[in-house]
């Protein structure tokens, strides 16, 4: 069992930068896929961006390449999300996610874990 728990999130306007962070229980968060989702009002949830569990291996979605990278620290049984160039799309509840797996995916139904998301707006 996993426990993951976000932060980071707020308010910032269009062009700013916030880094969330997401903070997982557990001695074997190393063996896990990590992944960040995001779901706005309305919407389903999406893919943003997922890394590998040695950090080798980076998916971003199209409409966040060259803004969001995401990165792990193992030690610290932390992922982070790192968001540069904030625009209003971006705003949506953005959630971390955890996979037991070798194999990045971009699919929501892969991840077994979730934490309980964390509010961004991002107001133009």
């Known amino acids: 069992q996993v426990q993951l728990v976000e932060s980071g999130g707020g308010l910032v306007q269009a062009g700013g930068s916030l880094r969330l962070s997401c903070a997982a229980s557990?001695?074997?968060?190393?063996?896990?896929?990590m992944g960040w989702f995001r779901q706005a009002p309305g919407k389903e949830r999406e893919f943003v961006a997922g890394i590998s569990r040695s950090g080798g291996t980076l998916g971003n979605a199209d409409s966040v390449k060259g803004r969001f990278t995401i990165s792990r620290d193992n030690a610290k049984n932390t992922v982070y999300l790192q968001m540069n160039n904030l625009i209003a799309r971006d705003t949506a509840v953005y959630y971390c996610?955890?996979?037991?797996?070798?194999?990045?995916?971009?699919?929501?139904?892969?991840?077994?874990?979730w934490g309980q998301g964390t509010q961004v707006t991002v107001s133009s």
């Open positions: 557990g001695r074997t968060f190393s063996e896990y896929v």
């Open positions: 996610a955890a996979r037991r797996s070798t194999v990045v995916t971009a699919i929501a139904a892969g991840y077994d874990y």
